[in-house]
T-cell receptor, first 111, second 114 residues
Framework: EDKVVQSPLSLVVHEGDTVTLNCSYE??????LLWYKQEKKAPTFLFMLTSSGIEKKSGRLSSILDKKELFSILNITATQTGDSAIYLC???????????FGQGTELSVKP | DADVTQTPRNRITKTGKRIMLECSQTKGHDRMYWYRQDPGLGLRLIYY???????NKGEISDGYSVSRQAQAKFSLSLESAIPNQTALYFC?????????????FGEGSWLTVV
């Protein structure tokens, strides 16, 4: 059965801390993995990862995929209160075209 | 204007009533999805459609039905709403073509069943 597990489920840090969010998956016909940030409304796109070992960066956020070990991490350095959100990962299947989401990691950044 | 529009944005309905959530998109994508979100459970796929003639069940399709009236429109129906269908519902579209597999979400529809 296809499975996506994110950890931790929730995390509280202080501004300036660095955090690492984890996403492990077991899916057939894997094609790519997507990361989203969700604040009080719809998720917004962060990264799409298709190749192992190639880090994608956007400002203080970075992400990398390991297709052999079936996981991805999302790093946020020098966290700010505006980083407080739910972070969702979702592997995308080649067959069926489904996008299945993990439970999300709720990050809270305190001043 | 939003690329993916959901209506209504908020709705309170009674147990046993029929409710329809509508979604329209201007992105020209073939693929459309309906998800529901509950605290601690992330987004769960209800139904998805690859084109007007293709409808597929997702993880939690029981109690729901969908209609793909046109490429741009995908509606979700609850034939007889029950309280545990109270959730935030998202419509989304994607186009796994040149732009990759990025998925675009509507703003969400809050549904409360009392």
């Amino acid at each position: 059965e296809d499975k996506v597990v994110q950890s931790p489920l929730s995390l509280v840090v202080h501004e300036g801390d660095t955090v690492t969010l984890n996403c492990s998956y077991e899916v057939t016909n894997f094609r790519s993995l997507l990361w989203y940030k969700q604040e009080k409304k719809a998720p917004t796109f962060l990264f799409m990862l298709t190749s192992s070992g190639i880090e994608k960066k956007s400002g203080r956020l970075s992400s990398i995929l390991d297709k052999k070990e079936l996981f991805s991490i999302l790093n946020i350095t020098a966290t700010q209160t505006g980083d407080s959100a739910i972070y969702l990962c979702a592997p995308y299947y080649n067959q069926g075209g489904k996008l299945i989401f993990g439970q999300g990691t709720e990050l809270s950044v305190k001043p | 204007d939003a690329d993916v529009t959901q209506t209504p944005r908020n709705r309170i309905t009674k147990t046993g009533k029929r409710i329809m959530l509508e979604c329209s998109q201007t992105k020209g994508h073939d693929r459309m999805y309906w998800y529901r979100q509950d605290p601690g459970l992330g987004l769960r796929l209800i139904y998805y459609s690859f084109d007007v003639k293709d409808i597929n069940k997702g993880e939690i399709s029981d109690g729901y039905s969908v209609s793909r009236q046109a490429q741009a429109k995908f509606s979700l129906s609850l034939e007889s709403a029950i309280p545990n269908q109270t959730a935030l519902y998202f419509c989304a579209t994607s186009d796994p073509g040149l732009s990759g597999n990025t998925i675009y979400f509507g703003e969400g529809s809050w549904l409360t069943v009392v």
